[in-house]
Nanobody, 114 residues
Framework: QVQLVEPGGGWVQPGGSLRLSCKAS????????VGWYRQAPGKQRDLVAS???????NYADSVKGRFTISRDNAKKTVYLQMNSLKPEETAVYFC????????WGQGTQVTVSS
């Protein structure tokens, strides 16, 4: 069973940047596509970006050109670089397989506010 830990969130002003990381346990991490998801209060959890085992990426339209997902299979870690953040992107951010199949971690809170 893969366990996920997502440090790296925090508070940032509108227009600012944050880099999230997702550390996975287990040896099977590298063979799966992994995604970053976010859930704002009262809303459903949505896929923001995903990356295949070979490094191909896909993004939600709302974040294209501003977010970059990457992975380091040797470190079993996936990253999400977020630039030009907007207040409406305040949410808890999670990582998981794409589509989700592992147990969810606790996520990391990202707050975009002045």
């Amino acid at each position: 069973q893969v366990q996920l830990v997502e440090p790296g969130g925090g508070w940032v002003q509108p227009g600012g940047s944050l880099r999230l990381s997702c550390k996975a346990s287990g040896s099977i991490f590298s063979i799966y596509a992994v995604g970053w998801y976010r859930q704002a209060p009262g809303k459903q959890r949505d896929l923001v970006a995903s990356i295949t085992r070979d490094g191909s990426t896909n993004y939600a339209d709302s974040v294209k050109g501003r977010f970059t997902i990457s992975r380091d299979n040797a470190k079993k870690t996936v990253y999400l670089q977020m630039n030009s953040l907007k207040p409406e992107e305040t949410a808890v951010y999670f990582c998981n397989r794409d589509p989700p199949a592992w147990s969810w971690g606790q996520g990391t809170q990202v707050t975009v506010s002045s």
